[in-house]
């Protein structure tokens, strides 16, 4: 699920020249755990396999059940970073709540502005 | 109430509910108040952490609950199998109580055959179709003396003991005392169970009960044993008197009960002292030997055979008649007489016995008294040239029979 599809509850953006990958939900997605797997294996083909700084935009997610946190809580470490980028109230309090209860094993914040998490995670680059 | 208070109404309703014990109640979507909705979310994300917690927290606490109940009966089976005199009557309970702690699941338990080549079922229950005996490199648990479990999944190798096929949980262990395997636990959980019941609480309450029961069994063969040498004549392997003197009181009781026959027959190797004196020691107690096979083989397996003296013999034949106990004593001297024996490389000469034969209730009711009997029988025929019978019914009139 690259570039737009409109249909589609994210995309994924081509890998830049940074080495950051990127994904960002789209608008009103409920993120299940059959999103959460789809998306990490989209990545994992992506990325090729490799170890790389995620951007996860998540600010247009209406909700995360309670699978797709657990879901995320084992393949975190997949990435070797992890930004999310939240919006709203909701979306800050779904991240807070994330690296609260599932303490990520990768270096993992939350942030409300793009330009600061990709300048976070160019620093997180192996 | 202000405007704002009204506000709140749908956050203190749930936190009402959820004040009560429902963890579950209605979450009403927020639009347009953005801090409202991130309440809101926030208290539904904690309510389905709560749940998942509870129904983690029920789970261990059955699982605890069930792990106590199976300690509890762990500890009653091995207070019954320390009570238990014989491994026939422990393997009764064993069964019973294995089928007990193990309702759900059908299970078997096997034990070493004496040869050690092929184990064999004790006890079974539940609808498993199991085999009566296998060799123990068909069992994984046996091959490798640890606790073997096998998923639903079949991920790990199953036992060739258990049925081709079988897509269910299962477990062998092995039952191990002092390092040595004495047999196997096998369970098997029906396919509806899936993996569920042998979580590692499960599995290491199955090896405490394995272990358990092999140490109460390996102390009661002991127990046995030790028994069984203090009831049994180290040279020739037979009872010895004090088990033949047990023997004939029980079997009197028993005759007298049913007015049933019962004859004893004494049997003497005729110039023993001159036989050692002349071949040694080695070769009579290698003649002794020969001659408690060929006694052993001439009677019945419910006959008692035991050696009461140096070289003197007892049987004890319950059933049977005066006139039968003297045709098996002469049938038994001929196969004695007749008996080819080597010592050294050297041929020994043929040995003879001399047999005294009284019956109950005609030649004394009492243990001691039928033995004194037999034992002037036995006198007579000596004492008339020896290498015969003599009924202690036929002493008055010194009748031997030859």
Redesign the interface.
């Known amino acids: 699920m690259t570039g737009t599809d409109l249909a589609a509850p994210y995309f994924l953006e081509p890998l830049g020249v940074d080495g950051v990958a990127r994904i960002r939900y789209s608008a009103g997605t409920v993120l299940t755990e059959a999103v959460a797997r789809r998306a990490v294996v989209d990545l994992a083909i992506l990325t090729k396999g490799k170890r790389l700084p995620l951007l996860a935009d998540i600010r247009k997610v209406k909700?995360?059940?309670?699978e797709a946190r657990k879901y995320f809580d084992n393949v975190t470490d997949s990435f070797s970073a992890l930004a999310l980028l939240a919006g709203?109230?909701?979306t800050?309090?779904?991240v807070n709540?994330f690296i609260g209860?599932s303490r990520p094993k990768v270096p993992t914040h939350m942030f409300t502005d793009e330009e600061k998490a990709l300048s976070w995670l160019r620093h997180q680059v192996v | 109430m202000t405007a704002d208070d009204n506000r709140l109404v749908p956050i203190i309703e749930i936190i009402t509910s959820l004040a009560r014990g429902d963890l579950q109640p209605e979450f009403p979507e927020i639009v347009d108040d953005p801090e409202l909705e991130a309440i809101v979310l926030g208290l539904q994300m904690l309510a389905e952490e709560l749940v998942a917690s509870r129904a983690e927290l029920e789970g261990r606490t059955a699982e605890l609950e069930s792990l106590n109940d199976g300690l509890v009966r762990l500890a009653d089976l091995g207070n019954l199998l320390a009570s238990c005199d014989t491994s026939g009557e422990a393997y009764v309970v064993l069964g019973r109580a294995a089928r007990d702690m193990y309702s759900q699941l059908s299970g078997a338990v096997y034990l070493y055959g004496a040869s050690r080549n092929v184990v064999e079922l004790v006890t079974t229950w539940g609808d498993l179709p199991v085999a009566k005996s296998f060799p123990p490199a068909d069992c994984w648990a046996l091959r490798r003396g640890r606790a073997h479990h096998v998923s639903v999944s079949g991920a790990e190798l199953a036992c060739r003991h258990t049925r081709e096929g079988e897509r269910s949980s299962a477990m062998c262990v092995p039952m191990l005392a002092e390092g040595e395997a004495l047999g196997v636990l096998h369970l098997v959980a029906a396919p509806e169970l899936g993996d569920r019941v042998f979580t590692p609480l499960a599995q290491r309450l199955a090896v405490a009960a394995a272990e358990a029961c092999a140490l109460a069994l390996a102390s009661i063969r002991l127990r046995e044993k030790l028994a069984d040498q203090s009831l049994r004549d180290a040279l020739t392997g037979l009872y010895n008197r004090r088990y033949a003197e047990e023997t004939l009181v029980r079997e009197i009781a028993r005759a007298k009960r049913d007015a049933a026959a019962l004859s004893v027959l004494m049997l003497d190797f005729d110039h023993f002292k001159g036989f050692n004196d002349e071949f040694g020691h080695d070769a009579g107690d290698m003649a002794l030997r020969e001659a408690a096979t060929v006694l052993v083989e001439s009677v019945r397996t419910s006959d008692v055979v035991s050696r009461v003296g140096g070289e003197e013999f007892l049987l004890i034949l319950p059933g049977a008649s005066l006139e039968a106990t003297l045709q098996k004593s002469d049938a038994i001297r001929k196969k004695l007489k007749g008996l080819e024996l080597f010592h050294r490389g050297r041929r020994l000469p043929p040995v003879t016995f001399s047999a005294g034969v009284a019956a109950f209730p005609a030649n004394g009711e009492a243990p001691e008294a039928l033995l004194r009997a037999a034992d002037a029988a036995l006198y007579e025929a000596k004492h008339a040239g020896r290498d015969r019978t003599v009924s202690a019914s036929a002493r008055p009139a010194g009748l031997a029979v030859a």
């Open positions: 909700s995360l059940t309670r709203s109230p909701a800050q309090l779904m709540f209860m």
